[in-house]
Every structure is written in structure tokens, then in C-alpha cells.
Nanobody, 126 residues
Framework: QVQLVESGGGLVQAGGSLRLSCAAS????????MGWFRQAPGKEREFVAA????????DYGDSVKGRFTISRDNAKNTVYLQMNSLKPDDTAVYYC???????????????????WGQGTQVTVSS
């Protein structure tokens, strides 16, 4: 079992920056691929970013590419999402997710992830 807890959400001005953290506990060796998704009211859950175990492979959703950076520190069992140049459209609940398969790759599909955090609210004011 893996537990994921997001933190770092809050209110930020448009154009500002925010860094989210996702702390993993339990069977942390099962967090081979980590991803971030977000969901705004009335909208589908949207892929944001994903990173492989080594950090050597990353993927980003089109709407955040060039502005957000995903990284991980396996010694701390923590994944980060650095968000820069924030826009009001970035307002959403952000979820951390883990894919446990050692043979899995970064994925944009929520169903490919096995564990999910409770989410953290990010609000960008205009």
C-alpha cells in the first residue's frame, strides 16, 4: 500500500509561482512513475506532468509545457511540481498519483495509476 499526501497549494497571483510537494509513504518502492493531474469544477481530470523513477523521463500536458517542472527526490520519497507563470486557468485541485509497475512508463492516462493523493487546491487570482 502507498499513501500520497500533497501539500503546497494555496492562493497566488497571476504570473506568480508555486511549488507543490507530494510525500509518499508505505511501499514507496512501488512509486515507479509519479504523475500530477488536476481537475477544475465541471471539467475532466487533466494530465499535468509525469516523471520516471530515475527522473530521466518526463512528460507534460500541452497547457503547462514550458511553465511547469516535475522532479523527484527519491531519498525523501517526495515528488515536486514547480509551477511558474501561473494563469487563472491553472486554478484546480491538483492530485498526485503513482504507477507501481516497474515496467510502466510515464502515462497521461489516469487509469494507469494505482495510487492517488487527496488533492490540494491551487487558486490563481486575476
Amino acid at each position: 500500500q502507498v499513501q500520497l499526501v500533497e501539500s503546497g497549494g494555496g492562493l497566488v497571483q497571476a504570473g506568480g509561482s508555486l511549488r507543490l510537494s507530494c510525500a509518499a509513504s508505505g511501499r514507496t518502492f512501488s512509486t515507479n512513475v509519479m504523475g500530477w493531474f488536476r481537475q477544475a469544477p465541471g471539467k475532466e481530470r487533466e494530465f499535468v506532468a509525469a516523471v520516471s523513477w530515475s527522473g530521466g523521463s518526463t512528460d507534460y500536458g500541452d497547457s503547462v509545457k514550458g511553465r511547469f517542472t516535475i522532479s523527484r527526490d527519491n531519498a525523501k520519497n517526495t515528488v515536486y511540481l514547480q509551477m511558474n507563470s501561473l494563469k487563472p486557468d491553472d486554478t484546480a485541485v491538483y492530485y498526485c498519483a503513482a504507477r507501481r509497475s516497474a515496467y510502466g512508463s510515464t502515462s497521461r492516462v489516469p487509469a494507469n495509476y494505482d495510487y492517488w493523493g487527496q488533492g490540494t487546491q491551487v487558486t490563481v487570482s486575476s
